[in-house]
């Protein structure tokens, strides 16, 4: 089975940018669908982004749609989040997974990393 780690969090005032990184090991990584989500204190996890197996299609969600870009490089067994033009509102945790089938819903997603903060304030 796949495990992931995330990093790339930090402090960064509004308007900045972040890229956030997820290292996969332990599977083959280009078999996995993979997503970011993210979690705001006091507010349920959400969907941020998703990427298929290939890397050639994405999903986003409305929120950070135009300002975040999700893509993997399946020869280094990672997958990137590009954030941009940050809000004091994507203040979360962020979370890394990987779906062995098409997911449709949070619960497809069957490993999942720890976690690394994004804070966004001046």
């Known amino acids: 089975q796949v495990q992931v780690v995330e990093s790339g969090g930090g402090l960064v005032q509004p308007g900045g940018s972040l890229r956030l990184s997820c290292a996969a090991s332990?599977?083959?990584?280009?078999?996995?669908?993979m997503g970011w989500f993210r979690q705001a204190p006091g507010k349920e996890r959400e969907f941020v982004a998703g990427?298929?197996?290939?890397?050639?299609?994405?999903s986003y969600a409305d929120s950070v749609k135009g300002r975040f870009t999700i893509s993997r490089d399946n020869a280094k067994n990672t997958v990137y989040l590009q954030m941009n033009s940050l809000k004091p509102e994507d203040t979360a945790v962020y979370y890394c997974?990987?779906?062995?089938?098409?997911?449709?819903?949070?619960?497809?997603?069957?490993?999942w990393g720890q976690g690394t903060q994004v804070t966004v304030s001046s």
């Open positions: 997974a990987a779906a062995t089938y098409f997911p449709t819903a949070h619960s497809d997603y069957n490993y």
């Open positions: 990427i298929n197996r290939y890397g050639d299609s994405t």
């Open positions: 332990g599977g083959t990584f280009s078999r996995y669908y």
